[in-house]
C-alpha cells in the first residue's frame, strides 16, 4: 500500500477526527509453521477494524464484545504504541473476535495508523508493521507477524518471518467462505502447546512444519496459475496435517467436512485453531453453500482474496 494510501495529517488538522481502518486476515495455507520461519500464505479480508481519534486524554475505549483479559491487553498495547499524543481513540469492528480472523491485528493497524496520521509526517508500510507490532506483542507475545503484516499490506501475501514478503497476484477470484465454529482457546495458550509437543519430538514436527512450508509455497504458485482445484486440495491436505498435530477439533472437523459436503473444493481451520475458531471453505461460487449454512444458524460470510 502506499504513503498516499496510508495517508498523513499535518499536526495543524488533528483538531478534527482522524480515522483509519485495518483489514482482518484469514490464513489460507501454514498458520503455526509460520512461527517456525516458513512460508505463509495469508490475504486481508474485506471486514476489519475502524479507529476513529479526536484530540483529548490519551486513552483507548474498549469495545463492549472484548472479555476482562482481552480489554487489559488492549490498554497494555494501546500504551506501548501511543506514548503521550494527545488523542482519545474508539474502534468498531466487523469481524468476529478471537476466533483466528486476525482481529488483534486489524485493530493494531487501525489504531497504529491513526496515532501515525496525528504524527503528521509521511508514513507507509513499513512504519504502521512497526508499531501495530508493538501492540501485537502485547495481545500475543512473540507472533510470527503474518497477522499485521497481511493487515498492514491489505492483500493476498506469501510472508516469511525473517525474510521478504512477496504479494501474490490471483489469476482468478480466490472466493473464500468462513464460517465459525465457535469460541476458542487463545493463540498463546495452542501455540504454547505445540511448543511443548515440538519440543518433546523435534526431529518430527521440523518435517511437519516443513512440509507445511512446501504446500504454503505450491498454493501460492496455484493461485498466480488460477487453478482453484489444486489449492482446494491443498487446504484439505493443510488441514489433515493440523489435526495430526493435535491443532483440530471435533467442532472444526465436523465444519470442514459440512463445506466439503456443500462443494467447497477445500477447507480448513484457518488461524491458531485448538477447540474452536474459524474454518475456510474454497468455492467456485460460494452462494448456495452461504445460503445453506445460514438456514442452518452457522455465522459466516463471504470474503474474495
Ligand atoms: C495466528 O493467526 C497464526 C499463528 O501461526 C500464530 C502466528 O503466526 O503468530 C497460529
Known sequence: MSRARNGAASSSEVRSELTAFGPGKIIVIGEHAAVYGMPVLAGAIQRGVTARAVPGPTRIQAPPELTPPQAEALQRAFAAAAGDVGLSVSVTSDLPVGVGLGSSAALSVAVSRVLLQARGKPFGVKEVRELAAKMEGEFHGTPSGVDHTTSARGELILYRKEGPTKAVKAKKPVRIVVAIAGVRTPTKTTVAGLRERRMT?????????????????????????????????????????????????????????????????????????????????????????????????????????
Open 201 to 305: 519430538w523435534p526431529k518430527r514436527y521440523a518435517r511437519l512444519f516443513g512440509e507445511i512450508g512446501v504446500l504454503a509455497a505450491e498454493a501460492a504458485r496455484a493461485v498466480t496459475r488460477g487453478d482453484l482445484a489444486e489449492l482446494g486440495d491443498l487446504m484439505t491436505v493443510n488441514h489433515g496435517l493440523l489435526w495430526g498435530m493435535g491443532l483440530s477439533s471435533e467442532r472444526l472437523d465436523a465444519m470442514v467436512r459440512r463445506m466439503r459436503s456443500l462443494g467447497a473444493l477445500g477447507a480448513k481451520l484457518t488461524g491458531a485453531g485448538g477447540d474452536g475458531g474459524a474454518v475456510i471453505g474454497l468455492f467456485e461460487d460460494p452462494s448456495d453453500a452461504l445460503k445453506r449454512l445460514t438456514a442452518d444458524g452457522v455465522q459466516c460470510f463471504e470474503s474474495t482474496l
